[in-house]
């Protein structure tokens, strides 16, 4: 059974910093592509940042710049450094594992605010 678990989202003002974590496990995680969605209220669920099985990354464009992906294959963990955060980013954010099928997180609440 693969599960996703994470962890890390919270209140935080605007410019500030959060790390998410996604813990995976029951999947052969270091041939997975690992990536991070956000939906807002009344907003579609988007794509943040993909990192693929060998490494290469790709980025929102508006978060370029401020949001790092990694991974730890040793770890089966996934990770989102955010920095410079604003109050667009408030989001419900989701871990997600491409294998031969598609597996989700149940979320974790990033809230930016003054």
């Known amino acids: 059974q693969v599960q996703l678990v994470e962890s890390g989202g919270g209140l935080v003002q605007p410019g500030g910093s959060l790390r998410l974590s996604c813990a995976a496990s029951?999947?052969?995680?270091?041939?997975?592509?690992m990536g991070w969605y956000r939906q807002a209220p009344g907003q579609q669920r988007e794509l943040v940042a993909v990192?693929?099985?060998?490494?290469?990354?790709n980025y929102k464009d508006s978060v370029k710049g401020r949001f790092t992906i990694s991974r730890d294959n040793a770890k089966n963990t996934v990770s989102l450094q955010m920095n410079s955060l604003k109050p667009e980013d408030t989001a419900v954010y989701y871990c997600?594992?491409?294998?031969?099928?598609?597996?989700w997180g149940q979320g974790t609440q990033v809230t930016v605010s003054s």
């Open positions: 029951g999947l052969l995680f270091r041939f997975a592509d």
């Open positions: 997600h594992a491409s294998t031969n099928r598609d597996y």
């Open positions: 990192i693929g099985a060998r490494g290469p990354t």
